[in-house]
């Protein structure tokens, strides 16, 4: 297939347009920057400038490519007001499947996150769960979906939404205060530890990205694509500090002062766009269940995560030593 990739230049997107080349597709990736992605070119990668938010360049991206998959997106950053989101993660999303469809592209594969389904009460949930956005960043990923949708049923292109939960792998930096700070015995944990908590390695989910790609009757489906293995919080920080060869952290601390130092930093730091040092999602990372059921991926796709829990969070531990940040 010749591919065209968003998000190309980030941690997802990147490890997604190596492993199309790797598997023999030809790969188009369409940034911000060419001067920044010289290792794309280099990787035999076609580069071109454009982004979500310039439909003319995205018109240009998509000629002659059979399938188009949107990981770029605007992520948590402090200081930007909603619109900032709504023009990335939702319009630009309607504007890229409408641009496939007049290019003649067969299939979207667009990124979205399990995060639209927020907490989740009834762990493990599946595609048909409540959606239950949090934040202006899960907000408007299901608005996206919404209008890449409704796009590709006026237009008759064919549309994949893939949920991802969380990413980590070489490469990754935010799940670095977890991994390294208890590879580093500088890991507090908040509350008991025992929420859910459900990784995806990236290499696994790029298989699954192809697959929505490739597999005819996947076409006006949504997949949830995560990893075979589901722990709690507490267990996940064992395994890590077992690979690591160090000893599990032992300070734990109430969760509650922690959310009302987050709520007041916020109120402090938000009219100056400033990042709060601490900030009330990051102490939901303590007290939020997130497990996720495969079974739709694995059955209509295919999909099978091939690297254990284990083995990724060792391969991710060797990247940091490499980067010298743990």
């Known amino acids: 297939m010749k591919a065209l990739v968003t998000g190309a230049t980030g941690f997802t997107g990147g490890h997604l347009v190596r492993r199309l080349v790797a598997a023999g597709d030809t790969v188009r990736a369409i940034v911000r920057r060419p001067d ?58 309607e504007s890229l499947v409408r641009a496939a469809a007049d290019a003649g592209v067969r299939r979207v594969v667009h990124c979205s996150t399990v995060g639209v389904h927020g907490d989740v009460e009834h762990p493990p949930a599946n595609e048909d769960a409540a959606l239950r956005p949090g934040d202006v960043y899960q907000e408007t990923k299901v608005e996206g979906e919404q209008l890449a949708t409704a796009a590709s049923k006026k237009t008759g292109i064919e549309l994949v939404i893939a949920r991802p939960s969380g990413i980590y792998g070489p490469g990754d930096r935010r799940l670095l205060k977890l991994f390294g700070g208890v590879a580093r015995g500088r890991f507090v944990l908040l509350g008991n530890g025992e929420i859910f908590y459900h990784l995806t390695y990236v290499e696994d989910l790029c298989d699954g990205f192809r697959l929505c790609a490739a597999v005819p009757s996947a076409a006006g489906r949504t997949y949830i694509l995560a990893g075979g293995e589901v722990t709690t919080l507490k267990a996940l920080i064992g395994i890590t500090a077992e690979v690591a060869g160090v000893d599990p952290p032992r300070l734990r601390l109430p969760v509650w002062p922690f959310w009302l130092a987050g709520a007041a930093c916020e109120a402090v730091c938000a009219p100056f766009g400033v990042a709060p040092p601490i900030y009330r999602r990051r102490v939901d990372f303590f007290t939020k269940s997130r497990a996720f059921d495969i079974s739709r991926a694995r059955a209509e796709l295919g999909f099978a995560p091939a690297v254990s829990l284990r083995d990724g969070i060792r391969r991710t531990l060797e990247w940091y030593r490499g980067q010298h940040w743990i």
């Not at 360049?57 to 709504?86: E, F, H, M, Q």
């Open 36 to 93: 920044q992605a010289r290792d794309l070119t280099r990787a035999g990668i076609e580069v071109v400038r454009g982004d979500l938010t310039d439909t003319p360049s995205l018109r240009a991206a998509c000629a002659g490519v059979d399938v188009v998959y949107n990981i770029g997106a605007l992520y948590r950053t402090a200081g930007l007001p909603a619109s900032s989101y709504r023009v990335v993660n939702a319009i630009g999303v």
